[in-house]
């Protein structure tokens, strides 16, 4: 982080947007068949549309199109999710009205989280990026459910 002797244009890369894609898109591509995921999916609530809630990542069956689980992915370094965290998610499953919710973070976690809320369970996963993608990816597949 010093003034060197090159010119060069600065420029800015949004971590939390890139690790959404890539989680997203690594697992789009190692899917069971019978499963198909949904991103950036949207959904209005209130009799106006007063609520707009984005969600990361949907997992539904292919058939059916029953929604099973969301899944938030999350840029941060943690252990513990934090409530407003927490509380988005379980909002999210409300909405689709799935009993699974998991906050996904980019490493392997120390301590697990845990809690049910209503009749959502919110649980977190670690897709670690300082590992091999396809172990850490294998990893969150099963911890959903996916695999």
Not at 22 to 49: A, K
Not at 96 to 102: S, T
Request: no cysteine; charged share 25%.
């Amino acid at each position: 982080h010093a003034v060197g002797d090159r010119a060069m244009v600065p420029f800015l890369v949004d971590m939390a947007a890139l690790f959404e894609k890539f989680v997203t898109e690594w697992m789009r591509n190692h899917l069971p068949e019978q499963l198909r995921l949904l991103d950036q999916y949207s959904r209005t609530l209130g009799q106006r549309g007063e609520l707009y809630l984005k969600m990361d990542i949907v997992l539904e069956e292919r058939e059916s199109y029953r929604p099973l689980t969301v899944l938030d992915v999350k840029y941060k370094d943690t252990d513990r999710p934090s409530n407003d965290d927490v509380f988005q998610v379980i909002t999210y499953a409300t909405a689709l009205g799935v009993r699974d919710a998991w906050l996904v973070y980019p490493r392997a976690l120390q301590e697990t989280f845990d809690v049910t809320v209503g009749a959502v369970r919110v649980r977190t996963v670690g897709f670690d990026v300082t590992a091999n993608f396809d172990d850490s990816g294998e990893l969150l597949l099963a911890a959903v459910g996916a695999n």
